[in-house]
């Protein structure tokens, strides 16, 4: 018997940097999840001019009348030409299997991250972290989630944390892997629902149930956060652009020796991120470069160390 699939459409579009919020939008309501990336690596991400590529993924056929008459509505807004859509059906393929061997273990200092599907014995000496790739965003295979688990386990050799906080935490995995290897209790936030239900489940399946809480946050706005800072650690695996947007409400919730993680963000865009903490009085205590990707440990004392 031929096992089905579910089909998937994708849907993308190429616009200039001042098009890309109002596109952003009109994708989202046509479309289950949105990506956006420079179209060219090497472009000034802040010219006006440099385009970005917008991509989504619907799990039900695209209104392809409605969307065009949306985007062109947002271009007219702007004063830009429509963007020319492609809508096209993914080939029928089975994800689970695809991404189950297509993700080795994979082992970040102390830590040893492996799916379901891992058979053997987990190597003595490591802390062994079951995450399935899936829904939500952070498996380990990722440079960035790879550079924040370097980071954690070069800081959770030197120190104990007593209220780490992990925001935007996908599928938990680096608030697991402070709970799991510090033994304390964690915070995991995410603005996605199915980041939130992914992490708690990821939790229970990890021994950590009582150790991890997940909650919904559109950043650092939820009551749950409020209640529970200031933290000693932040680890924030997102983007470069919310990042730096939400430098000011980080240093607001980081204690006076506390330190930050961040990652999603291209070598590039160091900058960006660093001016933006700077600001707050944050410093850099070191970075992690994997590729073309950093992550970068920040604190507020001068004495920290990494």
């Known amino acids: 018997m031929t096992k089905s699939h579910p089909t998937i ?3 993308a579009i190429t616009v200039p940097l001042p098009a890309v919020e109002a596109c952003e939008k009109v994708m989202e309501t046509v479309t289950d999840a949105v990506s956006w990336f420079l179209e060219d690596p090497a472009a000034d991400e802040t010219d006006a001019k440099t385009l970005w590529r917008l991509e989504g993924f619907a799990k039900t056929p695209v209104d392809r009348t409605a969307l065009d008459a949306a ?3 947002a271009a007219a807004a702007i004063g830009i030409e429509p963007p020319r859509v492609t809508v096209e059906q993914v080939p029928d393929t089975d994800w689970v299997a695809a991404n189950l061997r297509d993700f080795p273990p994979i082992a970040a200092g102390r830590f ?7 058979a053997d014995r987990p190597p003595a000496g490591k802390v062994a972290l079951q995450i399935d790739a899936g829904a939500a965003f952070g498996s380990g295979e990722h440079a960035t989630t790879l550079g ?26 680096l608030g697991l892997a402070v709970a799991k290897l510090g033994g304390t209790k964690v915070l995991a936030a995410d603005i996605d629902p199915v980041s939130v239900r992914v992490a708690t489940a ?3 399946r990890n021994g950590a149930a009582r150790l991890v809480r997940c909650l919904p946050s559109d950043g650092y706005r939820s009551r749950g956060i409020a ?22 409400d980080l240093a607001s919730h980081l204690s006076d020796n506390g330190i930050a993680v961040l ?19 944050l410093s850099l205590l070191g970075r992690f470069r994997i590729g073309d990707w950093s992550t970068l440990v920040l604190a507020r004392s001068p004495r920290a160390r990494l």
Do not use: K, T
């Not at 050799?157 to 995995?173: A, E, N, T, V």
């Not at 209640?227 to 000011?248: E, K, Q």
């Open 112 to 118: 040893f991250i492996h799916g379901s599907h891992f």
């Open 9 to 11: 459409w994708r849907v």
């Open 263 to 281: 990652s999603g963000l291209l070598v590039r865009q160091e900058r960006l991120v660093l001016a933006a903490h700077r600001m707050q009085g």
């Open 71 to 73: 985007l062109a509505v």
């Open 227 to 248: 209640r529970c800072r200031p933290f000693d650690l932040i680890v924030a695996n997102i983007l470069a652009r919310p990042l730096a947007a939400m430098a000011a």
């Open 148 to 173: 924040c688990l370097l980071a954690l386990d070069r800081l959770l050799r030197r120190r104990h944390f007593r209220r780490p906080l992990d925001l935007g935490c996908g599928s938990g995995i």
């Open 202 to 204: 990821n939790a229970r």
